[in-house]
């Protein structure tokens, strides 16, 4: 019996990434993404409906995340299924939680430099890698090759071409005059 987890979401963030890490040192980050959906009823009435879903990003994505989005920010995510169970401490009741766990996350709006604006960039304008900077001269040795002298010959001259096909043979088959009744139907 085949089985199947796959969520794709494309939404909002409800509020800033927020980045903690376990005490093994992985990072986590939980995200709120909104998801709207718009639809006209029967009656001709326009209505919106939005849907709050909770995402779960691990590891490099979940730094990367707290890094360069932040409320607001459209994002895709592509993910799976997750249900949480754990019972209440002050009611012993047992609850659930249902969530997305982030297999990859695509930023979809332009962030600017980060949620913090550390360099100054105008918000909505896509971040834009900073320019590396050439090694300095005198850490930098070139190597040079000596120089051959390779002597070419020069490529011989295009050999004459048919421009015309041969004529085809004026009698490729035999064609008896009077057929032979060899066949039974």
């Known amino acids: 019996?085949?089985?199947?987890?796959?969520?794709?979401?494309?939404?909002?963030?409800?509020?800033?990434?927020?980045?903690?890490?376990?005490?093994?040192?992985?990072?986590?980050?939980?995200?709120?993404l909104a998801i709207n959906r718009q639809y006209t009823t029967n009656d001709g009435a326009k209505k919106e409906e939005v849907c709050f879903v909770d995402i779960t990003a691990w590891g490099r994505q979940a730094e990367t995340c707290n890094r360069f989005v932040k409320k607001g920010s459209q994002i895709f995510v592509e993910g799976r299924l997750k249900l949480d169970s754990w019972q209440d401490k002050e009611t012993g009741k047992n609850r659930s939680k249902l969530n997305v766990v982030a297999e990859r996350i695509q930023f979809l709006s332009g962030t600017g430099a980060g949620k913090h604006q550390e360099d100054g960039q105008d918000e909505q304008q896509p971040y834009q890698k900073p320019a590396v900077q050439p090694p300095q001269q005198a850490q930098r040795q070139e190597y040079s090759r000596p120089q051959q002298q390779v002597q070419r010959t020069p490529a011989p001259p295009p050999q004459p071409q048919a421009q015309n096909p041969p004529p085809?043979?004026?009698?490729?088959?035999?064609?008896?005059s009077e057929p032979d009744d060899d066949i039974p139907f």
Request: proline fraction near 10%.
């Open 1 to 32: 019996m085949a089985n199947l987890n796959k969520v794709l979401l494309i939404g909002n963030l409800t509020r800033d990434p927020e980045l903690r890490y376990t005490p093994q040192g992985s990072a986590i980050c939980d995200l709120g």
């Open 168 to 176: 085809p043979p004026e009698e490729i088959f035999e064609v008896d």
